[in-house]
């Protein structure tokens, strides 16, 4: 049985900022799926939005965040997240990240090169080329590898929440699956922070790394935690069409950088959908590619920024460049053909701005909560700056609090359970979810989709749940109980919302409700575990 200070689950930018924030005063216990960099923020091309250029202000990127957020942003969380973003890259530059410096002299703050993004009214995009969330990931997994008060734990997955049911049920730590020993241990901790990113994996197609399974959601949920507007999923509207290409993002700054969406035959389309084109929000922009290839039968529309000098394209987008070079595809002489993909979640579990879920001593920070900021559509980059602002914004908070007693937690009990020796069956039920999710619960939405998704949850369920009582935890049982928990969320916010608002549209509600607001689910007390 380990003990720490503070528990953090996930390695992705949240986790890495809470991790270091506290270092200096706590023991720290770091989980990760796989290796330490193989979270999700990592993946995170485009750059981060901040107000640093002396013609932005905090007022535009808050009205961007909420025109991009369909009159959902919570205000209060908009502005400060977006009030504390300056002093968020500061951090990070201080931490040695390797921004992109502007040789052209077209920004001012600190020689740094800004870009734009989809919905942003102003260039406010530092960045670091085209791979910026490796260059951030990069930098602080050196310093947290290497602080004495941080302890990584690679491939370990957690299994679920211990709370204490003593204590108001206050989360006392986690049962964690010890993927190489193959054993599940018991880790204590007076603070728990969840940081397991989002639940991109949940679809057939999605430009999120295998580990984004909806763990921290799931495991919150069954702890007592509300969940909310799990309905708004973000398919990010270009994920390179290739048969060998898994997974790999377009980013958004393509667009940015002046790149034109075009039909098979050349046909520029999107000024017939949005008066702001290829720079509309994200949600607009997906919804247009799939009503195109629906209308025209076409597998995929094309990303075209060969217009532009091929020394432009290298510079601005050297990996993009790359990758699909080594694919046969020559950015700078064709266009990229490309595919909405599953990409973001923007709900998740309710916290406030200091972290804190509804279960006392845990926190969730990142893509695993909803603070509110990203409304029914997520504005480009927003979301690696939100992970930094409230990871420091919890940090603060544990450091202010009075450290518990932990209590005596029995270890994790397997006497009663066997090998599975139907491991097939996993896997077809994983197989069988995300692909009735991708058809049911995507871009475009009607009841009768909803309610056929939502019967197949209730199937695969109690299959799962079976499993899980009759057999010893695996790393795949674990992430599949996770995703068709998340899956059902997400139809069941589907459900309630009886309008067409951001990445929520639905041909039985085409309107947009005058007085919207969020969807939030309460957890059955019943079910509440541990």
Partial sequence: ????????????????????????????????????????????????????????SIELHIKDTQVAGAGLCDLDATRFIVENSKDAIDWLIKMGVPFTKDDAGETSYHGYHLTREGGHSHRRIIHAADATGAAVIDTLAIKVAAHPNITVLEEHIAVDLITDKANNNRCVGAYVYNKDEDQVETILAPFTVLATGGAGKVYLYTTNPDVATGDGIAMGWRAGCRVSNMEFIQFHPTCLYHPHAKSFLITEAVRGEGGILRLPDGTRFMPNHDERAELAPRDIVARAIDFEMKRGGFDCVYLDISYKSSAFVKEHFPNIYQRCLELGIDITKEPIPVVPAAHYTCGGLVTNLAGRTDVEGLYGVGEVACTGLHGANRLA????????????????????????????????????????????????????????????????????????????????????????????????????????????LIVRCALARKESRGLHYSRDYPKIEPNSK?????????????
């Avoid at 999710?437 to 019967?455: C, P, S």
Wanted: glycine share 6%; hydrophobic share 40%.
């Fill in 1 to 56: 049985m380990r003990k720490f200070d503070v528990l953090i689950l996930g390695s992705g930018l949240g986790g890495m900022t809470i991790a270091l924030q506290l270092a200096e005063k706590l023991k720290v216990g770091l989980i990760t799926k796989r290796a330490l960099r193989d979270g999700g923020s990592g993946w995170a091309q485009g750059g981060i939005a901040a107000v640093l250029d002396d013609s932005d």
């Fill in 381 to 488: 980059s927003n979301s690696l700056l939100e992970c930094m602002v409230l990871g420091k914004a919890a940090a603060e908070d544990i450091l202010q609090q009075t450290p518990i007693s932990l209590p005596s937690v029995p270890e994790w009990d397997e006497s009663r359970v066997t090998d599975p020796d139907e491991e097939v069956v996993i896997s077809h039920n994983w197989d069988e979810l995300r692909r009735f999710m991708w058809d049911y619960v995507g871009i475009v939405r009607t009841n009768k989709r909803l309610e056929r998704a939502q019967h197949r949850i209730e199937l695969l369920k109690s299959e799962i749940h079976e499993f899980y009582r009759n057999f010893r935890v695996s790393n795949d049982l674990i992430e599949l109980r996770n995703l068709v928990t998340t899956a059902e």
């Fill in 518 to 530: 969020p969807t939030i689910l309460l957890p059955d007390p019943v079910k509440t575990k541990k």
